[in-house]
Nanobody, 119 residues
Framework: QVQLVESGGGSVQAGDSLRLSCAAS????????MAWFRQAPGKEREFVAA???????TYAALLKGRFTISRDNAKNTVYLQMNSLKPEDTAVYYC?????????????WGQGTQVTVSS
């Protein structure tokens, strides 16, 4: 059993930055592959970025260069640094445990944190 709690969302202007955090508990965090997904209103949940237990990073092609995923195993936390935010980045952002690009490959999910970017 894993519990995930996201934080750091908010309302920002286009061009601003945000850093999301996801605190994990219930399993040895350093053994777990993690990812961020997002879901905009009326759209399917989409892959954003992933980081393996060995710190190998994978990004959605359109987001690479603006978003950076990282993890701190000592704090059981994974981060998503988001720069140069655009209105189309508006979504609920979720962290999850698992691997791959498909949401159904992931077993544990947080409750999500809302990011709203205005122009």
């Amino acid at each position: 059993q894993v519990q995930l709690v996201e934080s750091g969302g908010g309302s920002v202007q286009a061009g601003d930055s945000l850093r999301l955090s996801c605190a994990a508990s219930g399993r040895t965090f350093s053994w777990v592959d993690m990812a961020w997904f997002r879901q905009a209103p009326g759209k399917e949940r989409e892959f954003v970025a992933a980081i393996s237990r060995n710190h190998i990073q994978t990004y959605a092609a359109l987001l690479k260069g603006r978003f950076t995923i990282s993890r701190d195993n000592a704090k059981n936390t994974v981060y998503l640094q988001m720069n140069s935010l655009k209105p189309e980045d508006t979504a609920v952002y979720y962290c999850a445990t698992g691997t791959g690009f498909r949401a159904d490959n992931y077993d544990y999910w947080g409750q999500g944190t809302q990011v709203t970017v205005s122009s």
